[in-house]
């Protein structure tokens, strides 16, 4: 573990320049009494690292030195493909393998490559959830992809809210984690087809003694763009009819995104008296509908089904009540 540190410590310098004490152990994850004595060590090795004194001073190496010491271990290699994506990596458990990784990375470029490195990430960020939303808490995360990792058959039991919301127990054969939109997704085989499981609606979660056999065609990349294209574009079964103002046809993009508001545009009737139009709204779930439709407030009236009309009337009227 020191080993690693002191070569983390090592390569931060050489890609950086001189750093405080203080600095490197937030970077390290240690405290700065952890870095004196790491300083001293490599020192004591013969790498030409010194300190300059002052508010702006801090640890650097000599002019002209750098190290070779940027060989990647296993798991800083699986862990590549997440070195854009740093809170998807700690989700996975793989923060600290992922840092490393891009660390010695960069200390393996040529100076103007690891210079263009370095622009690219000052200049460009990816933050992958909605606006005004926080990342759905995960706690099965790591235990699915440890599964999936290992190929294990796993039984979960999973929240689900239709046909009929309750909770059921699967046994799926996992052969992918997707993220969409800051949502986690396993895609997994069960007794037919894959299918997909959004994480944060599994309750529990328990490997098996048994192996996945994956299939060799499958490919998890054209598999999932398929999968969008046909929930986006397919007729779903379940739909509600509702009553919108002019405002609340307007609020449509902005309530449900952009294509589902195109589909729904499409099944507005003509304007009544009141300049208010009938409309068929995917119903993905009855609570997922209401979330929605709520947000339009007093533009929208819930027509059908029934149990949507049911809960949306409970809801408003518990909410009038706290007013």
């Given at each position: ?7 983390s ?38 790498v ?86 926080e ?17 294990q058959v ?84 379940e ?9 609340g ?48 407030g ?26």
């Amino acid at each position: 573990m020191r080993a690693s540190r002191l070569v983390s410590l090592l390569l931060l310098l050489q890609n950086r320049g001189r750093m405080s004490a203080s600095r490197l152990a937030a970077e390290l994850g240690v405290t700065a009494r952890t870095v004196y004595r790491d300083v001293e060590a490599l020192a004591a090795a013969g790498v030409p690292i010194y300190a300059e004194p002052g508010p702006s001073g801090g640890y650097q190496l000599m002019d002209g030195y750098r190290t070779r010491l940027t060989g990647l271990t296993a798991d800083e290699a699986e862990s590549l493909f997440l070195t854009g994506l740093p809170q998807p990596a700690a989700e996975l458990g793989l923060g600290a393998q992922v840092a490393a990784a891009e660390l010695k990375l960069t200390a393996a470029l040529p100076t103007p490559y690891r210079d263009a490195s370095t622009r690219i990430r000052q200049r460009f960020h990816l933050d992958a959830p909605g606006w005004y939303r926080e990342a759905d808490p995960v706690p099965q995360l790591l235990a699915a992809a440890e599964a999936l990792w290992r190929d294990q058959v796993v039984e979960v039991r999973y929240r689900r809210w239709s046909p009929r919301p309750g909770v059921v127990t699967r046994r799926l054969h996992p052969l992918g984690l997707v993220l969409k939109a800051g949502v986690w997704y396993l895609v997994a085989a069960g007794r037919s087809e894959p299918r997909t499981y959004r994480v944060t609606n599994i309750v529990a979660l328990t490997p098996l003694d048994e192996q996945v056999i994956r299939p060799d065609a499958f490919d998890l990349a054209e598999f999932w763009r398929a999968h969008v294209e046909r929930y986006e574009a397919a007729d779903i079964d379940e739909t509600a009819v509702v009553r919108l103002s002019p405002a609340g046809i307007a609020a449509l993009p902005d309530i449900l995104g952009p294509k589902a508001a195109r589909l729904v545009s499409h099944t507005l009737e003509p304007a009544d008296a009141e300049g208010w139009r009938r409309a068929t709204v995917p119903l993905e779930s009855v609570p997922h509908a209401a979330a929605g439709l709520l947000r339009l407030g007093a533009d929208a009236q819930v027509l059908e089904p029934a149990e949507l009309v049911a809960h949306m009337g409970r809801t408003i009227r518990a909410m009038a009540r706290l007013y």
